[in-house]
């Protein structure tokens, strides 16, 4: 028995290397395996069950939820008082999103048209789609800007004809009606004599073009030959820049299409996207790390040049005519008309802009825009974004609908898109992204110190034994105990 401790010490101590060299391994292999799979699985490929069907068919709620400014003085404001205005809402949709015509391309891209529904959440919102709101008539004080520089006689014939249809400066209306659109004579008169002043030919409303509609034609990479490339925008409406702004740089449509990005992120890596809403693309920067569900994230949110004028940051010079800093001039994409977007209530805007206007609060945590990545699969867990559509509104002589209006950008709405990962969908984002990661990880790690525990527990076993056989000495070879006869001749000589 003795005899086979040493090689059971020898065999243990194999073990324990093979163990070590194992997890070392793995230190270098469960990395790339990993990297590996969520190339392969977010590469936008049908056979790829989980991303593809969350790129198709967003599984995850999405809501809208609109805020109105109710005008609380408009008599005064014709006399050339400052507006008065109250937060009114919210007032929250269900956002039903579902890509359609999906065609693979031979050049690694794919195309797509998305189209939204939305559905009211009465148990969500803070009133009723019934609920009446005063809001700036976007027909009369849009057209009369836009009238401005046309002749007066021009000028005198278009208020004549607001008169003829009852319209003023200002509009009352259940919420409802603003938001999805009212008949309006105005409308189809303006539809049959000037064709293409306004952008509706049936009812009129602030989102009457969204329900029941799509973003367009957009063509993105599948990343299938780059993985870099994934989701990146190729062409929308078969264009690969724009025509609605002064420099080519402004033109650009950059990033993806706003729902997922590439992989493999960093704290230096920006989130560009283009929003056919905003006509533009848009980037988003870094800014803190945080966890959701257990899941890391990296926050980005818009920089504060997102809307500066040309004047405090030059790159946007090609987004003018500008304004004050916080405001982004679409009025080039819509039709001519003055329209502006911000955000909520002026928050990262220039101050004066607040002094125009009464009842305007800005705060980060309530009107700043964000999203939430998962850094290392591009997959947003938590998007809030925000915006504000604003009417730019002043007197015009000979449209005496306008009064003595000052000149002021004025807030009509602010909505909110927000949506997060939630569900089962979580548990297999978790399991395969988190836990699973993990358990190699710390397994790796267990295989090394178990490996290097069992070798040297091994070797002090393996030298004990060695030492406990018999004849085993501890002297150095060469060197051998004499008898006492050895060590003493006299002793030897008495004996004899």
Known sequence: MAIKRPKIAIGFIVAGVLMVVFGTIMCFVVPLVIDDQIVKNTVIDPKNDLTYTMWKDIPVPFFMSVYFFNVLNPAEILKGEKPMVEQRGPYVYRKQCQKENITFHPNGTVSYREYRQYHFEPSMSAGNESDVVTIPNMLVLGASVMMENLPYVLRLMMSATFKTFKEGAFLTKPVGELMWGYDSGLVDFLNQYLPGMIPTS??????????????????????????????RVDSWNGLTELPYWRTAQSNMINGTAGQMWPPFMTKESTLPFYSPDACRSMELVYQRPGEMYGIPLYRYVAPKTLFANGTDYAPNEGFCPCRQSGLLNVSTCRHNSPVFISHPHFFNAD????????????SEEKHGLFIDIHPQTGVPLNVSIRLQLNLYMKKVSGITETGKISDVVMPMIWFEENGYIDGPIVNTFRTNLVVLPTVLEYL??????????TIIVAAVVYHKVKTNQPGHSNLPDGIKCSSAEERDPLLQDDMN
């Open 351 to 362: 101050p004066v802009l607040l002094d125009y206007v009464q009842g305007l609060n800005p």
């Open 202 to 231: 049936g009812k009129f409303g602030l989102f009457s073009e969204f329900n029941n509609s799509n973003t367009g034609l957009f063509t993105v990479f599948t990343g299938k030959d780059d993985i870099r490339k994934v989701h």
């Open 444 to 453: 790796q790690y267990i295989l090394i110190g178990l490996g290097l525990a």
